[in-house]
DNA sequence: CCCTGATTCGC
DNA sequence: GCGAATCAGG
């Protein structure tokens, strides 16, 4: 994969709006967090607390350690003395989290005389798989639809709360599908992988089947997606 | 262990 | 320019 003009603004508009590096990599696909780190810092795209980052590097202090095997007779260098001033405390960018089906309060419908709604700094709408929907460029927040009158807690989390979906997805993540895609309940198994597989073991079971000799009786042949799909 | 971003440096 | 390897903090 390259970095096309494309894929450039979507890296920027993540990276911009607080997703993480390891997010946008597999957003992006094809290309690993480090791909994503070292493109947002050639691209001038910098900042965003970083862990390993709260002391400044005077000159070069920190000994970065030698690539390459170090050529025996090596003095560690001794660690420099920390600053005495501490900087100041790293803020989180106050947007919205951004995968996180919205978290309704649950008996917040209830008053009748409920204040406004604080408004929102940003909308991220969510696609019924719970994906982001957000166009390549993505500078545009979405439309707001008119403010209803009455505040309702937002639909998705009931049927999708604890399920995961394709954002939550990870090298470890059973990816299996539970019921179908398009459905409004449609997430994945979300279980512990069988390590080096994709599935978690119950589901490897399902996705990898013994193969029989030409012309054995195949038993019964599970049906991947929870069975052919009746309508 | 997992995660995060930063940095280096061979390609 | 790219990104794997490595570092370092949470």
Known sequence: MSWTDERIDQLKGMWERGL???????ELGGVSRNAVIGKAHRLGLQSRPSPVKANETPKKATAPAPRKPAPAADVEAPRAA???????????APVAAPAAPAAPAPAAAAATDAPP???QPRIISVG???FLRQGPGDQQAPIPPAPPRRLVPAKPSAEI?????LLDLTERICKWPMGHPGEPDFHFCGEQVNPGFPYCVEHCGRAYQAQLPRGTRRPPPPLPFGGPRVR
Not at 20 to 26: E, F, K
Not at 161 to 165: G, I, L, M, S
């Open 117 to 119: 709604p604080p408004p």
């Open 128 to 130: 019924p798989g719970g």
């Open 82 to 92: 920390a600053p005495a001033v501490s900087a100041p405390a790293p803020v989180r």
């Open 20 to 26: 993480t590096a390891s997010q946008i990599a597999d």
């Open 161 to 165: 709360a604890d399920k995961t979906t």
